[in-house]
Every structure is written in C-alpha cells, then in structure tokens.
T-cell receptor
C-alpha cells in the first residue's frame, strides 16, 4: 500500500498561472517532507522541503503547504514558467536514517 | 566539484550476465543510497549505506548486492541479471545531519 500518494499523474497549466501539485500520506510518523523535480534523462533534484512542525515554507516562486490533520501537502508554483515542465515527486521521511518514501510523481506541463 | 557521478550511463545485458554499477560522490557525504525507477512505480530503495562500512537492505533488495568501498564510493552489483531488473538506477548521497539527498544522473539498464 502506497504511503505517499500523488493522485494526479499529470497536470497542464498556462504560463504565468499557478500550478498546484498535491500529495497525500498515510503515516503520521513522517516528520519531514520534500519535493523533488526531475527532467528526462537526469536525476531528481531537490526543490523545497517542510518540517512537520511547520505549515508553510516558501522559496521564491515555490511554496509548500502542509496540513497535518488532513495528511496532505501541496506545492504551489507562481507564476509557472515553461522551464518548470518536469516530473515532480513528493517524498516523506521518518527516522534518523534519512530513508525516503516516494510518491509516483506528477508530470507538469507549462504551456507558453 | 562533480557531485554524484554514476557509470555507466547506459548498459544492455543478456539474462544471466553480471555487472557492477558504480557511484561516487565528492561532497564528503556520509550516507549513500541506490534506487531504481520503473514506469508507474516511482523511486524504490534497493540498498543504502548509512556510513562507511555499513550497508542495509531497502524496499527491493532481492537480486542485488552492494559494497561501500570507502566514504566516496558505493557500488551495486547484479550477479545474474534478469529482465525484471530492466530499470533506471539512481545513486544518491546525503551529509550526516543533512536533510536532502543529492542524486546522480542515473544508469539506464536493459536486460534482454
């Protein structure tokens, strides 16, 4: 059973608009959440993270929101740019060994 | 500073052949990881090494062995390749106390 779920396999938005990518989790022991971005034929690259003690973290155009009661987090990209077109993975971590549990990813297409 | 490097980038094997995937990092990171990514499956942890001299199984270790040769290098070995091991393999590393994993570019392996 998937502990980290990204229920939308794909998302298409217009350049300049907001992109919202969603992630749900089932394990209340997760204490750290990360978003990674992946271009074709490259490894994932870290984008932004949030600790379970916070409900929001912002870095430039990227904001992650965490709703612990709903076990839900979302990544907002404002404004979206064509270079943001990639697969976005949500990952969660519990414990000290830094093992990550990954969602299946959402493919974002930002159209000019 | 090359970050995390992986060799080879591509490999085609016949069923039953063996090979070793190499990973090295020059960031003085303590922990290293091997993942595989399959279509529709996200990233799954094969093995990890929390520190030099230690290795532990991840989610899908069957059919693989690893060696943490030194602090820099972490290799993944397929002793008898099977078509089910056709995948893209990613190596990652993280600094002790750090919060984000850094990924290599991946090795695309096909087993015929």
């Amino acid at each position: 059973d998937q502990q980290v779920k990204q229920n939308s396999p794909s998302l298409s938005v217009q350049e300049g608009r907001i992109s919202i990518l969603n992630c749900d989790y089932t394990n209340s022991m997760f204490d750290y959440f990360l978003w990674y971005k992946k271009y074709p034929a490259e490894g994932p690259t870290f984008l932004i993270s949030i600790s379970s003690i916070k409900d929001k973290n912002e870095d430039g155009r990227f904001t992650v929101f965490l709703n612990k009661s709903a076990k839900h987090l979302s990544l907002h990209i404002v404004p979206s740019q064509p270079g943001d077109s990639a697969v976005y993975f949500c990952a969660a971590e519990a414990g000290n060994n830094r093992k990550l549990i990954w969602g299946l990813g959402t493919s974002l297409a930002v159209n000019p | 500073n090359a970050g995390v490097t992986q060799t080879p980038k591509f490999q085609v094997l016949k069923t039953g052949q063996s090979m070793t995937l190499q990973c090295a990092q020059d960031m003085n990171h303590n922990s290293m990881y091997w993942y595989r990514q399959d279509p529709g499956m996200g990233l799954r942890l094969i093995y990890y090494s929390a520190s030099e001299g230690t290795t532990d199984k991840g989610e899908v270790p069957n059919g693989y062995n690893v060696s943490r040769l030194n602090k820099r290098e972490f290799s993944l070995r397929l002793e008898s390749a099977a078509p089910s091991q056709t995948s893209v393999y990613f190596c990652a590393s993280i600094l002790r106390g750090g919060l984000t994993q850094y990924f290599g570019p991946g090795t695309r392996l096909t087993v015929l």
